[in-house]
């Protein structure tokens, strides 16, 4: 039976509550009304202009389509992209580009898909606060990043694959305005990809223990798998992790290392495992979805094995650099599992940024072969064999 005394307690947290959120509520109506007049509406989008109903532009095979151009002054705050076709593999496929104030590389580069939280040209939910893949089925990609611009601004899609991308939808809305300061943070996103090694004295992906002791560590990142090399003055905001794993081993083992203006050891910011980065905890294997963290996509066979997506956006506390940002984590403990990994790091910072390495080429972004129960299978039986055979369980 609940007391006096926490009855009271109860009534005094709820009055809490509600004054904050009044607060809360009553100013951001305020801020609505006073921002009104600082700017003004502007949308480019695919509508039809014969007023017609394919509203939708088309892209070909091997070709680049720019969907947004300015040379005013002004921040973009929503992107809105569907589209359709016939290759599968048209979310990895397909290339987005930014470019701000004219200069001549991007600041942004990335397989769409990946850029928008759907990894393996698959297509999927994906529900946090500054990416949406919305229904149908992860179809409809959104970005609210918000990305500002002071003498021009164009984004274009690059078509690489062999079939045409018969239906492009979006929009692009953006405000112009005369207050973006010139030299303040633009932008940016980049993908990269790689397959790991296991960096092992025996060259054994070994991990928790499960093929005898584990090698500690070393004092360097140089083996670890690098989501960011930046050089210049901003603040990281985020990150979209795709795990390939090809055997049923955890694959989170690995430590985060994020070195700041500097690469000095021990780094700045250090974890305590993958699934730590990501803000959850023991492994998980289930979809969850958080305005600053989740794992929209998780493997479906045995143990960890096959593709995992995971992200973290720091909007509570984007992480300052000055003068550098190498932000890196661990395949496995101390670098011990073999992995495909892919990433899109996202981030904000003055102009001119160094320029990008060489996007891979298209074959080089391709999945790798799905392993499935019949590779289980041999490995059973190769494990029997060295067993000597006997019975099912592989003892002699």
Known sequence: MLNLRTIKA?????????????SIFSDSLENLWQSRQDYENFRESSFDATNGNDDFVKIPPRSSRTIFESNTSGVIRHIWITLWSKDKMILRNSVIR?????????SVESPLGDFFGQGWGEEYIMNSLPIVAAPKKGKALNSYFSMPFSKGAKITIENESDEEIGSFYYYIEYEKRKDIPANSPRFHAQWKKTITKPNTKLDTENDRNVLGPMEKGKNSYEDNYIFADIEGEGHFVGIQYYV???????????????????KEWPPRLRGTGTEDFFNTAWCPKEV?????????????????????????????SPIVFHKSFLGTIEHGHANSLTLDLASVAYWY????????????????????????????????????KFKGGGEVWGSP
């Open 244 to 262: 390939d794993s090809p055997s049923p081993m955890w694959y989170g083992e690995g430590d985060d290392m994020i070195f700041i203006d500097g």
């Open 98 to 106: 930014m470019y701000w104030d004219n200069q001549k590389h991007p």
């Open 288 to 316: 969850f979805h958080h305005p600053y963290f989740g794992y929209p996509r998780v493997s479906e066979s045995i143990g960890w094995m096959g593709r995992t997506h995971l992200y973290r956006f720091f909007l509570e």
């Open 349 to 384: 910072q003055k102009l001119p940024n160094k320029q990008f390495s060489k996007l891979l080429s298209k074959s080089d972004r391709q999945n790798q072969p799905a392993i499935n129960e019949n590779d289980i299978h041999r490995w059973r039986d190769s494990y029997r």
């Open 10 to 22: 109860f009534f005094s947290g709820l009055c809490i509550l509600l004054f904050l959120s009044n």
